[in-house]
């Protein structure tokens, strides 16, 4: 959350350095997470986004709003009233209303959103060659079916679907949710050699194209 903080501080910095025409640029931050029962809600980097938009101007246009993977998102805004939509495609259930959003100054605001599933008591192993996860997978939405369970093993914190060095997966055929399951993968040499690796589970809904993740454990090798 720090680090998505300072680059939004950063670019309200830099929109101040091209001011030009009398036009002031934004000054303010929208910040806060994605969240379920008041935990953050991982998801890949980027790949999911919020909209904001603004009304009373005679060009109204959507801001779009990336989150990044352990649910943060920010963005550097005028003062105002502002709707807040969270979009379909993400991993958790439609929702059609708007969030009323005043921002004024820097302004923190939670986004609550109800995944299809969710991933319970996740904790790694090393075990030889292997990184072993147990998870429980958890089902919320009542009328999600459960597509697969995969384990990333990644060389930085952003470590996801398509940011990794070795995955392996358990499909639906093979999984209760509620009951604790084992998942592993071999390492790769090219892991090995860095020393450290960073591991994550996500799973994913039938239909839907993006997974909810755990959080990204960092693992020594040595």
Request: overall charge neutral; charged content about 15%.
């Amino acid at each position: 959350m720090k680090k998505i903080f300072l680059a939004a501080i950063l670019s309200c910095m830099a929109l101040a350095g091209c001011e030009y025409d009398n036009y002031e640029a934004p000054t303010s931050i929208l910040s806060g997470k994605v969240t379920y029962q008041n935990e953050p809600v991982g998801v890949r980097s980027n790949a999911v986004q919020l909209e904001l938009w603004q009304d009373g101007y005679a060009l109204s246009a959507k801001i779009a709003v990336s989150i990044d993977q352990d649910g943060s998102y920010s963005a550097c805004l005028f003062d105002g009233n502002y709707k807040l939509v969270r979009l379909a495609g993400a991993p958790w259930e439609n929702l059609t209303d708007t969030i009323p959003v005043t921002v004024k100054g820097n302004t923190v605001v939670d986004v609550p959103v109800t995944p299809y599933f969710v991933l319970r008591n996740v904790a790694f192993q090393k075990a030889g060659d292997l990184i072993a996860a147990t998870f429980a997978v958890e089902k919320v939405g009542a009328s999600a079916s459960l597509g697969l369970v995969r384990l990333y093993l990644g060389k930085t914190v952003l470590t996801d679907q398509n940011n990794n060095a070795a995955n392996a997966t358990l499909n639906a055929a093979d999984l209760t949710p509620g009951q604790t399951v084992t998942l592993s993968v071999p390492i790769p040499a090219s892991l090995l050699t860095a020393g450290y690796l960073f591991a994550r589970v996500g799973v994913q809904t039938a239909g839907v194209g993006e997974l909810y993740y755990s959080e990204s454990q960092k693992i020594s090798l040595k």
